[in-house]
């Protein structure tokens, strides 16, 4: 089993910056891919950014490419998002989700078996 805590979240105004965390505990050597993922009211969760664990490829959703940068400490078991330029439609709650590689896209929620309870990501215009 894995466990995955995230925190970082607030309120910004446009424009600003946040910085996530997501820390893993547990069995945490069967993780080979860490992913944030947001969902807004009324709109369908979406994948934000992903990192491989082994080689550290990233991908992201072309929305927040050149913004948010995914990064990962192993010795800290944690994986950072960081959030740079927010827009009020970068508004939601922001989950970590770690999982597998596999053939499908980087963003396919069946393969992260593992969520953590989410954090607020709030910007105001």
């Known amino acids: 089993q894995v466990q995955l805590v995230e925190s970082g979240g607030g309120s910004v105004q446009a424009g600003g910056s946040l910085r996530l965390s997501c820390v893993a505990s547990?069995?945490?050597?069967?993780?080979?891919?860490v992913a944030w993922y947001r969902q807004a009211p009324i709109k369908e969760r979406e994948g934000v950014a992903v990192?491989?664990?082994?080689?550290?490829?990233?991908y992201y959703h072309d929305s927040v490419k050149g913004r948010f940068t995914i990064s990962q400490d192993t010795a800290r078991n944690t994986v950072y998002l960081q959030m740079n330029s927010l827009t009020p439609e970068d508004t939601a709650m922001y989950y970590c989700?770690?999982?597998?590689?596999?053939?499908?896209?980087?963003?396919?929620?069946?393969?992260?078996?593992?969520w953590g309870q989410g954090t607020q990501v709030t910007v105001s215009s």
């Open positions: 547990g069995n945490t050597g069967s993780i080979s891919r």
């Open positions: 989700a770690a999982g597998y590689r596999s053939w499908r896209s980087w963003d396919a929620v069946q393969d992260y078996p593992w």
């Open positions: 990192i491989d664990t082994a080689d550290f490829n990233t």
